[in-house]
């Protein structure tokens, strides 16, 4: 079939890519740095849609690297986010899978083409299982996801997934009713908003900021918290000038909360945005259990979830992202 192609032969600094590619996609993944996805490109309007830092190539890292030197792309954190003692066991800055070398298998059928990567985590007994996938004539990428743990007790984590989005003052932010919690550690640019508010404007004493907003890098801003309660399992970013927009869609009995991550200049002089769904929250581990929002695996239990990432065509704004990974546009207010 034309247009529908796997290739693992190709390599970026180094390392081995896997590449798959259809009419409206190109999908660039790198099993040996963590199995991150380096790159998603809409052919159509030869837009990369994710960020990567242009100071720093795709490497492969040490288990104990500091995560925020060398972030790019699309990764996965697992079982922490913040340095972590779990079950008597140091964790490393944002998990241990990020800096993992992955196993591959590639798998190609006549409408799809897509790769089961497999790690046993070097700390944890965990066994990861992860199949991306791509179809003819299809812009969604299908995820399956399974963590099965092997150990003798049972395991708390937190799993998010980490998708670092390019973003500039044409692209708006949307996701569903939620409640914001603020992480009082990093207030950023919402310093003087309360610690919880509704989604999507932050009262301040200077009138309310409205979060979908993605500003000039010039105003020097930067936003971290936390959605909780989230009504439906969806998160998306649309570039309002080419009117294209990208979301995921997600099981929100897994990823209950969704984060948000977002430089406009604000941080080490980058442009990104990183809509991140999650198991839970706050950052901090110890914190997280305390509050009773860990996810935990007994003895030989397996969780699995799929997960679609969308591209459209043709909005200014979503509203919403059904099962199909169709996305809405939103309703326009009042």
């Known amino acids: 079939m034309s247009e529908l192609a796997l290739n693992t032969v190709e390599s970026l600094h180094g390392l081995q890519v896997v590449t798959l590619e259809n009419e409206l996609l190109r999908v660039r993944i790198l099993p040996e740095a ?20 242009p100071c720093i190539p795709p490497a492969r890292h040490m288990i104990h690297a500091p995560y925020d030197d060398v972030w790019s792309g699309w990764d996965e954190l697992f079982p922490n986010d913040e340095e972590a003692v779990i079950l008597g066991e140091h964790y490393p800055d944002h998990g241990e899978l990020w800096s993992a070398t992955w196993h ?43 963590f099965t743990n092997h150990g003798a007790a049972p395991f708390p984590f937190l799993w998010k997934l980490h998708p670092a989005m390019r973003v500039t003052p044409q692209h708006r932010i949307d996701m569903p009713r939620m409640r914001v919690i603020r992480e009082p550690d990093f207030p950023g640019t919402l310093e003087e908003a309360p610690l919880e508010f509704a989604w999507p404007y932050a009262p301040l004493q200077g009138g309310a900021v409205d979060l979908r907003r993605v500003s000039d890098p010039s105003e020097r801003e930067l936003y971290f918290f936390y959605g909780a309660e989230v009504e439906d399992g969806w998160c998306a970013i649309t570039d309002t000038k080419k009117r294209l927009a990208c979301g995921l869609r997600f099981d929100p009995k897994v990823f209950p909360s969704c984060w948000l991550f977002a430089s406009y200049g604000g941080w080490q002089d980058y442009n990104v945005a990183v809509l991140e769904p999650c198991t839970g929250y706050p950052f901090r581990f110890a914190a997280m259990q305390a509050a009773g929002h860990a996810r935990e695996l007994q003895p030989e ?6 997960v679609l990432f969308s591209v459209q ?11 199909s990974g169709r996305m809405i546009a939103a309703a326009p207010e009042p």
């Open 34 to 53: 963590g199995a991150k996805i380096w790159q998603i490109t809409y052919r159509p309007l030869k837009t990369d849609l994710l960020w990567n830092n």
């Open 104 to 146: 591959a298998e590639q798998f190609t059928s006549k409408d799809e083409a897509g790769v089961t990567l497999h790690l046993q985590t070097p700390l944890s007994s965990v066994q990861v299982n992860k199949t991306i996938a791509l179809r003819h004539g299809c812009a969604q990428l299908r995820f399956s996801h399974r």
């Open 301 to 306: 239990e397996a969780l699995t979830t799929d």
């Open 313 to 323: 065509e043709g909005l200014d704004s979503v509203g919403g992202i059904d099962e």
